[in-house]
T-cell receptor, first 116, second 116 residues
Framework: AQKITQTQPGMFVQEKEAVTLDCTYD???????LFWYKQPSSGEMIFLIY??????QNATEGRYSLNFQKARKSANLVISASQLGDSAMYFC?????????????FGTGTRLTVIP | DAGVIQSPRHEVTEMGQEVTLRCKPI?????LFWYRQTMMRGLELLIY????????DSGMPEDRFSAKMPNASFSTLKIQPSEPRDSAVYFC??????????????FGEGSRLTVL
């Protein structure tokens, strides 16, 4: 079953502008974690930000913030003040803690292009 | 601390040949994961280990694939015989086993396999 949905195959943003990358998830568990990873053209997977299902505050890490809307099961990534180096693939992922499994389920990704 | 180390970074082989991919997890991490990334299927979990024991191998595509973890610091993913459809980037990732840890997976840089 599809657990993570990223509906935007590609996004463009002007340098210095903010951009939101969408992610919705599907789980019946109460305890889970949501992650965003960046994959630049060099190929490595870079962890960006984490949100726990019980966290009341939206997670923030520098220019990255996670817009967590639990009732809507969405965990959108907001990148503020986009930079050329933000051009990359972005993956949303989820881990179900209640099942005891520790693997991450990944979405299909969104390719972000920052325009100078 | 050294991150997850994978080798080789690139492998080009001919159909029918045996391929062995190697991974050294971060010292002290109890979980090790093998993921495969393709354009068609995205990032998919192949298998993961906890304390060197395979926990979930439901993602291993077929009998041609096998994975081992003989000790806490080394794992292999073997494909025999290889086929062109096995061409992909194979990622190894590790995770601390600390109770209650809810953080991210730590990924290696990936092994890009091309089967001709």
């Amino acid at each position: 079953a599809q657990k993570i949905t990223q509906t935007q195959p590609g996004m463009f943003v002007q340098e210095k502008e903010a951009v939101t990358l969408d992610c919705t998830y599907d789980t019946s568990d109460q305890s889970y974690g949501l992650f965003w990873y960046k994959q630049p053209s060099s190929g490595e997977m870079i962890f960006l930000i984490y949100q726990g299902s019980y966290d009341e505050q939206n997670a923030t890490e520098g220019r990255y913030s996670l817009n967590f809307q639990k009732a809507r099961k969405s965990a959108n990534l907001v990148i503020s003040a986009s930079q050329l180096g933000d051009s990359a693939m972005y993956f949303c992922a989820m881990r179900d803690f209640q099942t005891g499994a520790n693997n991450l389920f990944f979405g299909t990704g969104t390719r972000l292009t920052v325009i100078p | 601390d050294a991150g997850v180390i994978q080798s080789p970074r690139h492998e080009v082989t001919e159909m029918g040949q045996e391929v062995t991919l190697r991974c050294k997890p971060i010292s002290g991490h109890d979980y090790l994961f093998w993921y495969r990334q393709t354009m068609m299927r995205g990032l998919e979990l192949l298998i993961y280990f906890n304390n060197n024991v395979p926990i979930d191998d439901s993602g291993m595509p077929e009998d041609r694939f096998s994975a081992k973890m003989p000790n806490a610091s080394f794992s292999t993913l073997k494909i025999q015989p290889s086929e062109p459809r096995d061409s992909a980037v194979y990622f190894c990732a590790s995770l601390p086993g600390t109770s209650g840890y809810t953080g991210e997976l730590f990924f290696g840089e990936g092994s890009r396999l091309t089967v001709l």
